[in-house]
């Protein structure tokens, strides 16, 4: 099979397209000869390298993908070969109580595809037969690559660590991104209203389209005096953030008292100036999310096949000597949604 592999850190030159031998299922294992994949920011990161975080090069990289199961592993039920599948990114052991708990993303093992073991950027791959999930009815293979991690992500953010209630206020920054246009369609679907930030006026347009009321031009307009605005000088009860270090200060000041900050990353730097007296006075939570369990995935593609929410793809490519641009579109942040890849 071919596949894109990583054997150094660094530019867009490290990613190579290499021959390698089929793999085979093992126990437990489903073999998905891959039809799609979506690249997200943590591609980037596997790319470049990460100080003080040690990555098991060389790998394959990415964690989103669908295609069709090609062969199962002994002791492998509830699938069969030639099943139209999505590839849950993230993987545990199984057997902690976080697992049995359906908190499978708090595993203290817990890994991603394409991070901690090789990925699904490949012509076939070997998955956890946990992994699969039958895809909705009617989607195609790039349209549910574009739905996993970051949907999943943003569910995650709002749900379980926000437990936004409807009728809050939200506030998404940086709107154009996967996780981010994704939030504002859950945001609304939980019945909150938002507001959102993008990077240029042709982005706010498609903010609004998606659910935002309003969407903050983050060249032109001031974050904080926009969304005290919008939200008749009271703030939001709520931020999605994934951005850090820019977009922090901004953030904790547009919230109301007793509003929460959720955060899944930090692509503009981990490093932020906090005051804990603007914390304890207004009654602030600073909260972390990462990733998601497997229940609220299956959960995510049910209200995609009804049509609930939708995947948004920014730009698409086909072949697998496509992933280089895949990667620098992303990386330039000239798109809006999802960036995927035909394999």
Avoid at 255 to 281: I, S
């Amino acid at each position: 099979m071919r596949a894109v592999r990583i054997s150094k850190h660094g530019g867009l030159e490290v990613l190579e397209i290499v021959e390698l031998a089929d793999p085979e299922p093992g126990p437990g294992e489903v073999l998905v000869r891959m039809e799609a994949v979506s690249i997200n920011h943590l591609d980037l990161w596997v790319r470049r390298g990460v100080p003080g975080h040690t990555f098991p090069l060389p790998i394959i990289p990415t964690s989103d993908g669908a295609g069709t199961v090609a062969a199962l592993g002994v002791g492998v039920r509830g699938v069969a070969v030639g099943d139209e599948v999505a590839v849950f990114p993230g993987v545990s052991c199984g057997q902690c109580p976080a697992c049995w708990s359906g908190d499978d993303h708090l595993c203290s093992d817990y890994g991603i595809l394409g991070e901690s073991c090789d990925g699904l950027c490949a012509e076939l791959a070997t998955v956890p037969a946990a992994n699969v999930l039958r895809r909705p009815a009617g989607l195609g293979a790039p349209e549910t690559a574009a739905v996993l991690l970051a949907s999943l992500t943003a569910w995650n953010m709002l749900v379980r660590r926000a437990m936004l209630q409807p009728g809050e206020l939200v506030l998404v920054q940086v709107g154009g991104s996967g996780v981010s246009s994704a939030a504002i369609q859950i945001a609304r679907l939980l019945g909150a209203r938002v507001i959102a930030t993008a990077s240029s006026k042709e982005k706010c347009v498609r903010a609004v389209d998606l659910g935002a009321e309003r969407c903050i031009d983050l060249g032109e307009d001031d974050t904080v005096r926009a969304v005290k605005e919008w939200s008749g000088g009271r703030g939001v009860d709520v931020v999605i953030d994934h951005v850090g270090r820019d977009t922090f200060a901004a953030s904790m000041r547009s919230l109301a008292r007793a509003g929460r900050y959720v955060t899944c990353g930090a692509t503009t730097g981990p490093k932020v100036d906090l005051m804990l007296n603007h914390v304890f006075f207004k009654s602030l939570s600073i909260l972390g999310s990462t990733m998601g369990s497997k229940g609220d995935l299956a959960r995510i593609l049910k209200l995609v096949e009804q049509s609930r929410l939708a995947p948004v793809i920014g730009a698409a490519f086909t072949g697998l000597e496509q992933v280089v641009d895949a990667h620098r579109v992303l990386e330039a942040r000239e798109v809006f949604g999802k960036v995927v890849v035909r394999i």
